[in-house]
């Protein structure tokens, strides 16, 4: 190669591999065409790579250079090799979830919690890195950010929260021994559990029965109560697990009932709940009947505590029932947001106010933490094993697993109706 430029002028060369027009010290500016004459200032060059277009060309006195066609077309090429890829010592933490707003919060609240972790020493002496994906909120395109996030050596991937996402990218995190940290609050996650380093940091939506129950047994034990549904089977599985629960915890005054689709007149079970002396009713099915119901209690003079399903969160519920709304109770699948403990957390990168998505990844990211720092080890074994048994401090308090993965956490929160909005009355245990 030295003897082919050895009667050439010889120019000066731009250090590192920056090809893009950048000026040489004394010299012209290197062009893309020029990318190998440019490698290395003022020094004889080696023999470029085998396969490497062969750029280091004669210069007339002219300053006049040949420019090979194909070498713009190979730098194209290697372009995406230049962009700044995560040191080779950081612990790489994925996140995955779809660019909505949700996933945009998502997505802050990883890189603020590798930001605040990294200040305070990183993870067993090392640094985080965040690498993202977009899992586009459906199965297909879930298993290929799943699939993505492998290649670049993730250990822990925090997000997917929609469920056909979820369930696509488990499998892939499972088989390449990665830990995910899903968001998803479908049953499907750990119900159908791919592995054992797959966890849920989301509380399920298939736990308002159960979440019913719990709120009777707290707040009216010992007393009489009712539980009513519609014909739906949505109603009567939530029903059933409610009174399933219930009798369980030995707790027996409780009146059943079921109501039909477009009834109007509700007089006969109100006179029945007036007999047993009812103190508290869960009511589960859809917004129309149940506002009818409540305000034909009410009329009747039946102060009976309405407790509602989630399905009754609509302006469908509140304008049928009318003033008798007011201090009606729902369940409301559970927000970290609204727990009075979050409402001083705000996100540092702008003081703005924490959402449900951004706590529950800050939690997600330091229960991970937590379980690195039990198992002396970021192996996702040692890390799943340490999530099993531990119990770890986060922003949003204590949190453990369960042997299936999923979080001892809120599934649901019960609000009530007042000044024409719903607010929390009871955080989900």
């Not at 047994?217 to 007393?223: I, T, V, Y």
């Not at 009329?299 to 302006?315: D, H």
């Not at 702008?350 to 192996?379: H, K, N, V």
Request: with cysteine; aromatic share 6%; charged share 20%.
């Amino acid at each position: 190669m030295l003897s082919r430029i050895a009667n050439a002028q010889t120019v000066p060369y731009r250090r590192n591999l920056a090809w893009f027009g950048t000026t040489t010290l004394d010299g012209p500016p290197c062009s893309q065409d020029d990318a190998w004459a440019c490698h290395e200032m003022n020094t004889a060059l080696p023999e470029p790579p085998k396969g490497f277009p062969r750029t280091s060309h004669p210069v007339a006195a002219n300053g006049a250079r040949s420019r090979p066609p194909r070498l713009r077309t190979w730098l194209i090429a290697l372009f995406p090799l230049l962009q700044p890829l995560p040191a080779c010592a950081d612990i790489i933490v994925g996140v995955a979830a779809p660019t909505n707003e949700s996933g945009r919060e998502i997505r802050r609240a990883a890189h603020a919690a590798a930001e605040r972790i990294n200040a305070e020493g990183g993870v067993l002496g090392e640094r985080l890195a965040v690498v993202e994906a977009d899992d586009g909120c459906n199965a297909e395109q879930g298993a290929r950010a799943a699939q993505s996030l492998v290649k670049r050596r993730v250990v822990v991937v925090i997000g997917h929260p929609c469920a056909s996402a979820a369930s696509a990218a488990g499998p892939v995190y499972a088989s390449n021994n990665v830990v995910l940290l899903g968001m998803t609050r479908h049953p499907a996650l750990t119900e159908k559990r791919s592995g054992s380093t797959i966890f849920r940091v989301a509380g399920r939506d298939d736990r308002q029965g159960l979440s019913a129950a719990a709120y009777l047994l707290r707040n009216f034990p010992g007393s009489p109560i009712a539980v009513v549904r519609d014909a739906s089977r949505y109603a009567r599985r939530i029903v059933n697990d409610a009174r399933a629960a219930l009798n369980e915890a030995g707790f027996t005054e409780v009146l059943s009932a079921a109501v039909w689709g477009g009834q109007k007149d509700y007089a006969k079970l109100i006179a029945k709940l007036k007999t047993a002396n009812t103190e508290a009713l869960f009511f589960a099915g859809f917004p129309i009947e149940a506002g009818l119901f409540l305000r034909q209690m009410r009329a009747a003079g039946l102060s009976t505590v309405f407790i509602g399903s989630e399905t009754l969160a609509t302006a469908q519920f509140t304008d049928t029932a009318g003033p008798a709304a007011s201090g009606a109770r729902i369940l409301m699948s559970h927000d970290p947001a609204r727990r009075p403990a979050a409402l001083h957390l705000m996100d540092a990168r702008d003081r703005r106010p924490a959402t449900g998505p951004f706590l529950l990844t800050s939690a997600a990211i330091e229960a991970w933490r937590g379980a690195a720092q039990q198992a002396g080890s970021t192996a996702p074994d040692a890390v799943s094993a340490a999530l099993n048994e531990g119990t770890f401090e986060t922003v949003l308090g204590p949190v453990s697993f369960a042997e299936n993965g999923d979080a001892n956490r809120p599934a649901y929160d019960v609000v009530t109706w007042t000044m024409d909005a719903w607010r929390v009355v009871d955080q989900g245990r």
